[in-house]
């Protein structure tokens, strides 16, 4: 009878410890089940976890990629997954704005250039008249028109010549034979006044540089033009040239 109950007692101990660890087991699946159910990334938080211990650094950001950000909520505040906020955003490379590499590509406020000299009636602006490429009259006075290329002096650049006091001169033209040069051509209101100028080499001193993206921007419909496409091409290539070169950044986003 005591061989019996001995049995009796050690079989019933099994079925309790086999009962505990179904009842642990079906605890710590339904545990699973409804963490995986709140998890941020679409796949079982299990498969999720042994993923990240797989990776031994973080994974950087990349360019082009739609990210997804939640808020978290405060402290003490109940869980609800409809309070959860949520945004999305797309990180793009990091670039220069257009207007700062301008003024960054240019350091030099001084410097000796060739220039010539046009005016309002020759045959090759006769079609203009008096309208520069901006589309304002042409200049002479205390402040005078000048013509250049545009991926070298952008439009606004302003400069003086040496020697002529009181005389700002604003690149508000461009001309076909100045492009690919460092050649200015400067507005003279008669023939004469520009046979007289000539061809001159002086220094310059720059007060301001123009903008990069009102030259772009002033060019952007006129791109049938050779002479265009090639200022838009020098421009685009300073632009690249300008950027920060390769090694880590700090990103922002915007969300």
Known sequence: ?????????????????????????????????????????????????????????????????????????ATGVPFRPSAIKRYTFVLDDPRVPVMLAGTNLHRNSQMRVRTTAYTHDESDHIVYGVKNAIGTNLRFGSVRSAAADWSRFPVGTQFRIAGQPGVTYVVDDYGSALVGTGTIDLYKPSRTMMDTWGVRHVDIEVIKWGSY??????????????????????????????????????????L
């Not at 952007?220 to 091409?233: F, G, I, P, S």
């Open 213 to 254: 993206e009102r030259s772009m921007e002033l060019m952007r419909d006129r791109t049938k033009w050779r002479h265009v496409r090639a200022m838009m091409e020098g421009i685009e290539a300073r632009l690249r040239t300008a950027r920060t070169p390769t090694g880590r950044m700090p990103f922002t986003a915007a």
């Open 1 to 73: 009878m005591s061989k019996i109950y001995g049995r009796f007692v050690c079989n019933y101990k099994n079925i309790a410890m086999y009962n505990s660890r179904l009842i642990t087991s079906g605890l710590c699946g339904v545990l699973l089940t409804t963490l995986s159910a709140c998890a941020l990334p679409k796949q079982s938080l299990l498969t999720y976890w042994k993923e990240m211990r797989s990776k031994s650094a973080v994974t950087p950001l990349q360019t082009g990629v739609k990210y997804e950000v939640r808020k978290a909520l």
